[in-house]
T-cell receptor, first 115, second 115 residues
Framework: DTGVSQNPRHKITKRGQNVTFRCDPI?????LYWYRQTLGQGPEFLTY????????KSRLLSDRFSAERPKGSFSTLEIQRTEQGDSAMYLC?????????????FGEGSRLTVL | AQSVTQLDSHVSVSEGTPVLLRCNYS??????LFWYVQHPNKGLQLLLK??????LVKGINGFEAEFKKSETSFHLTKPSAHMSDAAEYFC?????????????FGTGTRLQVFP
């Protein structure tokens, strides 16, 4: 499968614990995006990378959230000191920024449940 | 600011009957508009996109949408529903024709198809 891959698919954690999600984009894509989707809502933009540079962060991304893409390939999203309000589906997407087709390729998401 | 409003949270149709999913947009610029579909346990997939070329846009699986600037609408239609069309559909706007950095999603419309 050469699509966007996210791990883990599901994570249940206790409030206050740290969690990390990984995203492996389509290999030739240089742009990588993180979105968050809560129940009954559409996905909301969190942040995006072009190669290894993080170009924009949403105000939704509090200080407890950090995203990295160290070598311009896979990315990690870490949430420290989780809160119940962090429970959501975290979506990763990638695109070939140079072609600008307007199409993002999404992974199946990582669902976080904070107890 | 850019935004989209999906007028129906749920739409139910019988197999073989037409589908209409409504979307209105608000944009300070000439918008790029998309429809994405999300099947259960699958990643979001692009159905079709409008980027200031033809106002009637054809997408995958027999779906099409018409951009109407006077009505600020981008409704999604299909002449004959199939059981496999049952999914969540999102109307999406971006900042411009070539700015794919941030997708702004509507709240989604869940389509049910009855036999």
């Amino acid at each position: 499968d050469t699509g966007v891959s996210q791990n883990p698919r599901h994570k249940i954690t206790k409030r206050g614990q740290n969690v990390t999600f990984r995203c492996d984009p389509i290999s030739e894509h240089n742009r990588l995006y993180w979105y968050r989707q809560t129940l009954g809502q559409g996905p909301e933009f969190l942040t995006y990378f072009q190669n290894e540079a993080q170009l924009e962060k949403s105000r939704l991304l509090s200080d407890r959230f950090s995203a990295e893409r160290p070598k311009g390939s896979f990315s990690t999203l870490e949430i420290q000191r989780t809160e119940q309000g962090d429970s959501a589906m975290y979506l990763c997407a990638s695109s070939h920024g140079l072609t600008n087709t307007g199409e993002l390729f999404f992974g199946e998401g990582s669902r976080l449940t904070v107890l | 600011a850019q935004s989209v409003t999906q007028l129906d949270s749920h739409v139910s149709v019988s197999e073989g009957t037409p589908v209409l999913l409504r979307c209105n947009y608000s944009s300070s610029y000439s918008p790029s508009l998309f429809w994405y579909v999300q099947h259960p346990n699958k990643g979001l997939q692009l159905l079709l996109k409008y980027t200031s070329a033809a106002t009637l846009v054809k997408g995958i699986n027999g779906f099409e949408a018409e951009f109407k600037k006077s009505e600020t609408s981008f409704h999604l239609t299909k002449p004959s529903a199939h059981m496999s069309d049952a999914a969540e559909y999102f109307c999406v706007v971006t900042l411009g024709s070539y700015n794919t950095d941030k997708l702004i999603f509507g709240t989604g419309t869940r389509l049910q198809v009855f036999p």
